[in-house]
């Protein structure tokens, strides 16, 4: 194993850097996204409310490859000629958001109405009580789901390979055809994701409990 790592390490290094930078930014496109499809779901007006859930609808349904696949490949037939990394970005994203929309509408729907309205009663505009007392509780309520969103977006970005993404199941296989061997770099590629998910799962619980000091 200690051959193995000193011959591939550096490609096995680069490939999970690309991983975690492609599903940062990801999980941001996502997250950014899913902010105004989570009011239009929860808006009055079926003029704003059916797209946003056809929408969210549509990215549940579709399986995160077709996306990739569609952005990649099939953007160019509409003049949208996008790099590797970017359509992988653009497709973790906006497949990202159907979920995280669904997590904040039921977050924000989840806020007390007694909350709601002993804000109104001290004269809080309806601005005022979504930005200081739905958004802040609301994150407490949502944030537990998100991180686990958040983690299956990073094991599903393991499908970025589809479209030439250097990534951590991109450079096992490769890796894999030169040594004849699959053991070695798709145990090194498991234990790379392993390492990232349990970070990942561990900022999560530090923020709940920082949440939940500020709530003290």
Same mark, same amino acid.
């Given at each position: ?5 000193? #011959? ?7 490939? !999970? ?10 999980? &941001? ?44 490949? +099939? ?10 990394? #970017? ?11 159907? !979920? !995280?929309?669904? *997590? ?11 909350? *709601? ?5 001290? +004269?809080?505009?309806?601005?005022? *009580? !979504? ?10 309520? &949502? ?19 589809? *479209? ?39 900022? +999560? ?12």
């Amino acid at each position: 194993m200690g051959t193995f790592l000193e #011959t591939y390490g550096g490609l096995f290094a680069a490939a !999970f850097a690309t991983t975690l930078t492609l599903t940062a930014a990801g999980l &941001v496109v996502a997250a950014l996204v899913a902010l105004p499809l989570a009011l239009g779901l929860r808006s009055q007006s079926w003029l704003i409310a059916v797209p946003a859930r056809l929408y969210v609808e549509l990215m549940r349904g579709a399986p995160l490859v077709i996306l990739l696949f569609l952005a990649y490949y +099939g953007g160019p037939a509409f003049g949208i000629v996008l790099d590797a990394e #970017t359509a992988g970005i653009a497709g973790l994203g906006l497949y990202g958001a159907g !979920f !995280f929309a669904e *997590i904040y509408r039921a977050g924000l729907n989840a806020v007390p109405r007694g909350e *709601i309205e002993a804000a109104a009663v001290l +004269g809080l505009s309806r601005g005022q *009580i !979504f930005l200081h007392v739905r958004i802040p509780r609301a994150a407490r309520l &949502v944030l537990p789901p998100a991180i686990g969103q958040a983690i299956n977006l990073l094991k599903e970005s393991a499908v970025l390979s589809v *479209i030439t993404v250097p990534e951590l199941t991109k450079v096992a296989g490769e890796v894999s055809n030169l040594t004849f061997s699959a053991i070695a770099p798709y145990l090194t590629a498991a234990l790379l994701y392993w390492i990232a998910v349990e970070a990942l799962a561990r900022a +999560g619980d530090a923020a709940e409990r920082h949440l939940a000091v500020g709530k003290s």
